[in-house]
T-cell receptor, first 111, second 110 residues
């Protein structure tokens, strides 16, 4: 079945460091891909998305490119801030209503 | 818009007790779902609904019941709580590609 695999955390970075969180997927058909973010004590919220191959989603300085050839959707940010500390979830949706989530990667950013 | 609201925020139950987690949305979304979040396991789908009067099972439905009498409300019932149901529960509604999550209910079963 469809699945999402993302790198285990926690990831600990210093402020202004470069961030990469890896995500790969397995899916039949052509999924839409998403990154959701969960700040402490809150529900998940959509960070960015891409709906077809080679699309780049971006928001708040974060970017991810839909790579069909490597079935990947890695999340990147050039310079992280303390306020980016959160749990990040990669997810996919292949039509219908169901969204499949990865296990989440916790990011800690130190000042 | 309040978005998706959940009550209570925290709950402690004894084994065998029953309770209902409330979820409501004011965005007129047809599709709603319940997830549980456990460390290292991401979000697992418990039940979902594609509209009033229609519900279906997700990945981990055992021990939970749902109903959908209105578009707005989608309560989750724990029939006889077990320690394995200790978790954080999220309700979500869907519009297009995007899911909108409530703030969660942290449930502890002792």
């Amino acid at each position: 079945g469809d699945s999402v695999t993302q790198m285990e955390g926690p990831v600990t970075l210093s402020e202004e460091a470069f961030l990469t969180i890896n995500c790969t997927y397995t899916a039949t058909g052509y999924p839409s891909l998403f990154w959701y973010v969960q700040y402490p004590g809150e529900g998940l919220q959509l960070l960015l998305k891409a709906t077809k191959a080679d699309d780049k989603g971006s928001n708040k300085g974060f970017e991810a490119t839909y790579r069909k050839e490597t079935t990947s959707f890695h999340l990147e940010k050039g310079s992280v801030q303390v306020s980016d500390s959160a749990v990040y979830f990669c997810a996919l949706k292949t039509g219908g209503f169901k969204t499949i989530f990865g296990a989440g990667t916790r990011l800690f950013v130190k000042a | 818009n309040a978005g998706v609201t959940q009550t209570p925020k925290f709950q402690v139950l004894k084994t065998g007790q029953s309770m209902t987690l409330q979820c409501a949305q004011d965005m007129n979304h047809e599709y709603m779902s319940w997830y549980r979040q456990d460390p290292g396991m991401g979000l697992r789908l418990i039940h979902y609904s594609v509209g009033a009067g229609i519900t279906d099972q997700g990945e981990v439905p055992n021990g939970y019941n749902v109903s959908r009498s209105t578009t707005e409300d989608f309560p989750l019932r724990l029939l006889s709580a077990a320690p394995s149901q200790t978790s954080v529960y999220f309700c979500a509604s869907t519009a297009g590609d995007e899911q909108y999550f409530g703030p969660g209910t942290r449930l502890t079963v002792t």
